[in-house]
């Protein structure tokens, strides 16, 4: 099942995200990246979409120069973990000097002490390291880039440009954008293989009694409302067809 609503926060990190990508595939072009936010089909409004793009342009500017060799973008795989399947996304693969990193770019409302104390144990980097190594490199970690969602309303009296520069320069000042190194020992990794298979039994057992525990961690995730908290609230079921749909395959 899947929400029928995106909602606007992943809808501009959609756009973020490609306007990233086409960067990086365009040699560092931020004229090219900002039009792609503009351009890329998503639902998403107006003013919403030229605020993507003044974070590109910002990430672009804060990033202007550097020299990395990039090696794969948007990359998406399945690894398999003790027999089990997992779909990654890599949003890229770079090689910065005589090491290779791979590439994830987050948008947040905020960034603190508690957003990358749970980014310390985040799965997802874990398998990040294993599907570039699967691919035949050897990864020193991850580059994990956050940009924070400008605050910043379209004002009647500046044109579009004005205000994608505006957002542009508000996501460079201090804490607004910021960069962290994760690199995973092999027993971290070895960490991950056992908890994913713990995981996985719990899953499947789930399916079979029809019975899915709540995972009352997970509602606020990232500082949103999870997009099924109405129905664990009792509020409504998955059968309201106004809010939710079958995922198609």
Not at 45 to 70: H, S
Request: aromatic residues 10%; glycine residues 6%; proline residues 2%.
């Amino acid at each position: 099942m899947e929400s029928k609503f995106k909602g606007r926060a992943l809808g501009i990190g959609t756009v973020f995200h490609a306007g990233c990508a086409s960067w990086y595939m365009t040699d560092f072009n931020e004229t090219a990246a900002v039009a792609e936010c503009m351009a890329i089909d998503e639902e998403l409004e107006r003013a919403d979409r030229l605020l993507a793009a003044g974070m590109v342009k910002g990430y672009a500017q804060n990033y202007a120069g550097c020299t990395w060799e990039i090696l794969e973008i948007e990359k998406d795989m399945y690894v398999t973990v003790n027999g089990t399947d997992f779909i990654v996304k890599m949003d890229g693969i770079v090689r910065i000097g005589m090491d290779v990193w791979v590439l994830e770019h987050k948008t947040a409302s905020r960034i603190d002490r508690n957003y990358w104390a749970q980014r310390e144990m985040d799965l997802q980097i874990d398998l990040y390291l294993i599907a570039a190594k699967m691919l035949g490199y050897n990864p020193k970690g991850v580059l994990y880039d956050v940009v924070v969602k400008p605050k910043l309303k379209f004002l009647d009296r500046e044109t579009e440009e004005q205000y994608i520069n505006r957002c542009a320069a508000w996501v460079q000042q201090p804490g607004k954008m910021e960069q962290v190194q994760y690199i995973r020992t092999p027993e971290q990794l070895e960490y991950t293989t056992r908890d994913t298979t713990e995981m996985v039994a719990c899953t499947q057992r789930a399916i079979k009694s029809d019975q899915f525990p709540r995972n009352m961690n997970a509602c606020f995730d990232f500082y949103r409302d999870c997009e099924f908290l109405p129905v664990c609230q009792g509020r409504t079921t998955l059968e309201d067809d106004m809010l939710y749909q079958v995922r198609k395959r």
